[in-house]
Protein backbone atom coordinates (compact mmCIF):
# COMPACT_ATOMS: atom_id res chain seq x y z
CA UNK A 1 0.00 0.00 0.00
CA UNK A 2 1.18 3.54 -0.68
CA UNK A 3 0.20 6.64 0.96
CA UNK A 4 0.50 9.88 -0.48
CA UNK A 5 0.07 12.97 2.05
CA UNK A 6 0.41 16.89 0.31
CA UNK A 7 1.14 19.98 2.18
CA UNK A 8 1.31 23.33 1.24
CA UNK A 9 -1.65 24.36 0.13
CA UNK A 10 -3.27 28.36 1.05
CA UNK A 11 -4.53 31.30 0.29
CA UNK A 12 -2.32 33.96 -1.69
CA UNK A 13 -2.76 36.99 -3.75
CA UNK A 14 -2.60 36.96 -7.76
CA UNK A 15 1.21 37.24 -8.63
CA UNK A 16 2.01 35.39 -5.38
CA UNK A 17 3.95 32.08 -4.74
CA UNK A 18 3.22 29.06 -3.06
CA UNK A 19 5.11 25.54 -2.61
CA UNK A 20 3.53 22.42 -2.52
CA UNK A 21 4.89 18.92 -0.92
CA UNK A 22 3.84 15.41 -1.57
CA UNK A 23 5.46 12.95 0.70
CA UNK A 24 5.56 9.25 -0.54
CA UNK A 25 5.26 6.06 2.00
CA UNK A 26 4.70 2.24 1.53
CA UNK A 27 6.72 -1.01 1.69
CA UNK A 28 7.26 -1.31 -1.49
CA UNK A 29 6.74 1.90 -3.18
CA UNK A 30 9.35 2.08 -6.28
CA UNK A 31 7.54 4.94 -8.09
CA UNK A 32 7.82 5.51 -11.74
CA UNK A 33 6.31 8.46 -12.66
CA UNK A 34 5.27 11.07 -9.89
CA UNK A 35 2.63 13.83 -10.76
CA UNK A 36 0.37 16.78 -9.76
CA UNK A 37 -3.26 17.06 -10.89
CA UNK A 38 -5.99 19.91 -9.51
CA UNK A 39 -9.28 20.30 -9.88
CA UNK A 40 -11.88 23.29 -9.66
CA UNK A 41 -15.40 23.60 -8.49
CA UNK A 42 -17.39 22.04 -11.48
CA UNK A 43 -14.59 21.25 -13.61
CA UNK A 44 -12.96 18.22 -14.30
CA UNK A 45 -9.68 16.93 -12.64
CA UNK A 46 -6.70 18.01 -14.99
CA UNK A 47 -3.14 17.47 -15.09
CA UNK A 48 -0.45 19.72 -14.19
CA UNK A 49 3.04 18.36 -13.90
CA UNK A 50 4.75 15.05 -13.96
CA UNK A 51 8.43 13.95 -13.23
CA UNK A 52 10.48 10.99 -13.88
CA UNK A 53 11.72 9.99 -10.79
CA UNK A 54 14.35 7.90 -12.33
CA UNK A 55 15.59 10.73 -14.59
CA UNK A 56 14.35 13.64 -13.75
CA UNK A 57 12.56 14.75 -16.93
CA UNK A 58 9.39 16.57 -16.39
CA UNK A 59 6.46 17.98 -18.31
CA UNK A 60 3.92 20.38 -17.83
CA UNK A 61 0.66 21.46 -18.95
CA UNK A 62 0.50 24.73 -21.21
CA UNK A 63 -1.56 26.61 -18.72
CA UNK A 64 1.21 26.30 -16.27
CA UNK A 65 4.65 26.43 -18.24
CA UNK A 66 6.78 28.93 -16.82
CA UNK A 67 5.62 29.37 -13.83
CA UNK A 68 5.31 26.13 -11.94
CA UNK A 69 8.21 24.15 -11.46
CA UNK A 70 7.91 20.23 -10.19
CA UNK A 71 11.20 18.73 -8.75
CA UNK A 72 11.74 15.17 -5.97
CA UNK A 73 13.72 14.66 -3.60
CA UNK A 74 15.20 10.82 -3.93
CA UNK A 75 15.89 9.73 -0.56
CA UNK A 76 13.11 11.26 1.09
CA UNK A 77 10.61 9.92 -1.67
CA UNK A 78 9.14 13.78 -1.60
CA UNK A 79 8.07 15.49 -4.67
CA UNK A 80 7.10 19.15 -4.78
CA UNK A 81 5.41 21.93 -6.99
CA UNK A 82 6.28 25.05 -7.13
CA UNK A 83 4.09 27.71 -8.29
CA UNK A 84 5.34 31.05 -9.10
CA UNK A 85 3.33 34.15 -10.71
CA UNK A 86 -0.34 32.73 -9.49
CA UNK A 87 -3.57 33.51 -11.10
CA UNK A 88 -7.19 33.54 -9.85
CA UNK A 89 -7.29 30.47 -12.54
CA UNK A 90 -4.79 28.62 -10.76
CA UNK A 91 -7.97 28.28 -7.54
CA UNK A 92 -8.41 24.52 -7.20
CA UNK A 93 -7.83 21.44 -4.78
CA UNK A 94 -4.45 20.50 -6.13
CA UNK A 95 -3.59 16.63 -5.75
CA UNK A 96 -0.36 14.70 -5.80
CA UNK A 97 -0.19 11.19 -7.46
CA UNK A 98 1.98 8.52 -8.20
CA UNK A 99 2.52 5.53 -11.53
CA UNK A 100 4.51 2.62 -9.93
CA UNK A 101 7.61 0.96 -11.49
CA UNK A 102 5.70 -1.66 -14.18
CA UNK A 103 2.29 -0.20 -13.74
CA UNK A 104 0.43 1.60 -17.34
CA UNK A 105 -1.38 4.68 -15.46
CA UNK A 106 -1.22 6.51 -11.92
CA UNK A 107 -2.44 4.09 -9.37
CA UNK A 108 -2.65 6.39 -6.17
CA UNK A 109 -3.27 9.92 -5.43
CA UNK A 110 -3.30 11.86 -1.78
CA UNK A 111 -6.59 13.44 0.00
CA UNK A 112 -5.49 16.96 -1.64
CA UNK A 113 -4.75 20.24 -0.83
CA UNK A 114 -6.51 23.42 -1.66
CA UNK A 115 -5.01 26.11 -3.44
CA UNK A 116 -7.01 29.82 -3.82
CA UNK A 117 -5.69 33.05 -5.64
CA UNK A 118 -7.44 35.94 -4.90
CA UNK A 119 -7.42 38.74 -7.71
Known amino acids: QVQLVESGGGLVQAGGSLSLSCAASGRTFRPYVMGWFRQAPGKEREFVAE????????NYADSVKGRFTISRDIPKYTAYLQMNSLKPEDTAVYYCTVRLAGTPAYNYWGQGTQVTVSS
Open 51 to 58: IYWSGGST
